[in-house]
């Protein structure tokens, strides 16, 4: 079950622009993660690479570096700043797994299905530590404490979420508190570290940050709804994942809602009580297909994805910010 929107001329947005303007640095990047990744330790390398080998996208470094280069930097502070996000990410992603017991990461086994949660969860430590290494390096406590507070708020996001499992009286507002900090926090933080690092102005700094905030909130609400409106592949896990292991998304959110008194035990024996088989997978998209589920999320995502392009608006016109604002619409569009 695909869920179609309407793409101007047929072109599917892309984010080649970016590609290409932070191409360069991107090299350098990842010629850093990989040094960084190595250790002594047999396992963590092994641990570190698996991941950051499975074809991740790398958005995050890539929106710090074009965001230092909108302000003309020409040092290497953004380098390691955008390999610290990085390496954040991939740690927030080892511990994910964990606590989400995720067989699947991007169409491959996980990492704890190869060297179990301990080694995971140790790892992602390794990793956040390098990071934090890197960012000394730099020397700007301001992008220190930028990182720093991010990495505090996505763990409570982590803990927020946890308290949440399975509560299908989770409300909307709540939803958003726990995207805000496991996602948008870091994308937020990743635009602001490279402006800042560039020494623009508290005013060019903000935009920015608000640009990172409202995309990362735009950015996961579209993963809320291709995970039941989505296609493997594209996944790079199954459809059905989040349902299967009781996750309440906006999706579900809604759903139950706007669910007759029939409709919301249905959702209380799926998320509760661990019926997820594939006949009730089957229920689940027919309910939200009847009450517009997720065509409302995409609707919301278009919503904060404004706001992001909003944002950027007062900012002098750039190729770097031509990118930017070429990431919300590929963001977006990954429902097509």
């Not at 074809?55 to 909108?70: D, E, S």
């Not at 139950?256 to 209380?268: D, I």
């Not at 995409?298 to 604002?325: N, S, W």
Request: hydrophobic share 45%; proline share 2%.
């Amino acid at each position: 079950m695909g869920v179609v929107l309407n793409i101007e001329d047929g072109k599917r947005p892309s984010i080649n622009r970016l590609l290409e303007l932070t191409a360069a640095d991107m090299g350098r990047v990842n010629e850093l993660i990989l040094s960084k990744a190595g250790s002594d330790v047999e396992m963590i390398p092994e641990i570190a690479n698996h991941l950051i080998s499975s074809g991740g996208k790398r958005l995050r470094p890539m929106v710090t570096l074009a965001t230092a280069q909108m302000f003309g930097y020409s040092g290497d502070g953004h380098i390691k700043l955008a390999t610290s996000v990085e390496f954040m990410h991939t740690a927030t992603l080892l511990h994910d797994d964990v606590v989400d017991e995720s067989d699947l990461r991007r169409g491959r086994k996980t990492a704890r299905m190869i060297w179990g949660n301990q080694a995971s969860v140790l790892v992602g430590d390794f990793l956040l530590g390098q990071a934090f290494r890197m960012m000394v390096d730099v020397g700007s406590l301001e992008a220190l404490d930028i990182l720093s507070t991010a990495a505090s708020i996505i763990a409570e996001g982590e803990v927020m979420q946890l308290a949440a499992a399975k509560n299908l009286e989770t409300t909307e507002d709540e939803h958003f508190a726990v995207i805000k900090a496991k996602t948008a926090a870091l994308f937020s933080a990743a635009a602001e570290v490279g402006p800042v690092v560039a020494g623009a102005t508290r005013t060019d700094r903000a935009a920015l940050r608000s640009y990172g905030m409202n995309l990362g909130l735009a950015f996961q609400l579209i993963d809320d709804a291709l995970d039941y409106g989505g296609d493997s592949k594209k996944l790079g896990k199954n459809v059905g994942d989040d349902f299967r292991e009781g996750k309440v998304t906006l999706p579900v959110i809604l759903c139950y809602r706007r669910g007759t008194a029939e409709e919301r035990a249905f959702w209380k024996q799926a998320i509760e009580d661990n019926v997820a088989d594939d006949a009730a997978l089957e229920k689940a998209l027919a309910l939200m297909t009847r009450h517009g589920a997720i065509a409302d999320t995409i609707g919301r995502a278009r919503h904060f994805g404004e706001i992001a392009r909003d944002a950027l608006a007062p900012l002098p016109a750039t190729p770097q910010k031509a990118a930017l604002l070429d990431v919300i619409d590929f963001c977006i569009s990954r429902v097509v």
